[in-house]
């Protein structure tokens, strides 16, 4: 998130520090790939006013018979119809292959597996990015029994870049949220697809966001109240640049994975992450990464030779010595372990699924309050 990113290194705050609980028998549980196949599918719907017409990828629990369909999966470049599809593939040559993966892992149109009604997540992507930015991420988390929508926000996608950073958008995006969220949970709404129409429970909603669609899945919880909590990857949801003030006006329990050489919002938004942290409605928990970067957690490092910061080689912020960045399968494996942890605990009401949360692992800090 290149603009906003800049605006954000001008001044830091404080942090705060709690305790995790030893390991445990369940510490591991979100590690690996839950029980079920992992379907997908596409749509289009329009917000409430249908003055946005927005893509919306869904990846969902789907029947045992998906399961050797995923596991092949499919090209990344297949998200998109042509000409777009051309234009990603060239990006996608473009990019490392350890920090861009070239195939997804869903059976496209695959049956919803039974065990409705299911807990539903909506993901914001990063400013210039797409819906299918953290398509593992989606996978991961289908496979342990979420639904997850991730609509592309218009003119804020890399094909359609020309909304401007401001806090008038941002509150454009979240209504993107909203009026995909309207959509889903309405059973006879014709666009949703009939794998997981009328399938989806209102009470288990949550939303999980990226760089700017962290500060969007901040602005939407403050302005819709169905979400039972937020996810905020690699940005602050309040800072003197965007949503200045929104950590007192959400209500919302809201968690970080922060990556601690993100020298895209630079050390000075990382400390914005930790004072949002330290007087967010709790539960909450700060989740830190050694050697991570800005992109380092998504499927979109290094794409098209941009969204560098994460991928390969980067410069420590803010004395610039060279590193290099915690591997990518690595960083995506820690983001789906503590974000899939963190749904099943907080969205899906599973109390052993704190332990997994709470407990660091390699590379990994934990907070929680």
């Known amino acids: 998130m290149r603009a906003w990113a800049l605006a954000l290194g001008v001044m830091a705050a404080g942090c705060t520090a709690s305790t995790t609980p030893d390991a445990g028998p369940d510490a591991g549980a979100y590690d690996e790939p839950g029980p079920y196949a992992v379907g997908s599918a596409h749509a289009t719907l329009s917000t409430r006013d249908g ?3 927005l893509s919306v990828e869904l990846w969902y629990p789907a029947t045992a018979d998906a399961r050797a369909e995923a596991a092949t999966g499919f090209p990344m470049a297949e998200f998109e119809a042509e000409p777009r599809r051309t234009q990603l593939a060239g990006w996608i ?3 490392p292959e350890p920090c861009t993966p070239r195939l997804a892992h869903s059976a496209r149109g695959a049956p919803l597996a039974a065990g409705a009604p299911w807990p539903l997540l909506l993901f914001s992507h990063c400013t210039e990015c797409f819906r299918f930015s ?3 991420l989606a996978e991961r988390l289908a496979s342990h029994g979420f639904v997850v929508a991730a609509p592309d926000h218009l003119d804020n996608t890399r094909f ?3 909304a401007p950073l401001t806090n008038a958008f941002l509150a454009v995006r979240a209504g993107d949220l909203s009026g995909v969220l ?3 949970l309405d059973p006879n709404a014709s666009a949703v697809p009939e794998a997981v129409r009328g399938q989806l429970d209102p009470a288990r909603v949550g939303v999980v966001g990226h760089s700017f669609g962290a500060v969007t899945a901040g602005k939407f919880v403050e302005l819709d109240a169905r979400p039972r909590g937020a ?4 940005a602050p949801v309040d800072s003197p640049f965007l949503n200045s003030g929104a950590i007192t006006r959400v209500t919302t329990p809201m968690s970080w994975l922060l990556a601690l050489e993100d020298n895209s919002i630079s050390y000075l938004g990382n400390g914005f992450i930790r004072d949002n942290f330290a007087r967010a409605p709790k539960p909450s928990w700060l989740i830190e990464v050694n050697e991570a970067g800005h992109w380092t957690f998504s499927d979109i490092a290094g794409l098209g030779g941009d969204y560098l910061p994460g991928c390969g080689e980067g410069r420590r912020d803010p ?3 060279v590193f290099t960045y915690l591997d990518n399968d690595v960083g995506r494996r820690i983001a789906q372990r503590y974000v899939t942890a963190w749904a099943a605990h907080v969205i899906h009401g599973e109390e052993a699924a704190g332990t997994s949360l709470s407990t660091p692992v390699d590379f ?3 907070r929680q309050r």
């Open 364 to 366: 990994v800090s934990v």
């Open 319 to 321: 004395d610039g010595g």
């Open 134 to 136: 953290m398509h593992s």
């Open 182 to 184: 309207d959509l889903l």
């Open 93 to 95: 040559s473009q990019a």
């Open 231 to 234: 996810f905020l990857i690699a």
């Open 51 to 53: 003055g946005r017409v």
């Open 160 to 162: 359609d870049a020309t």
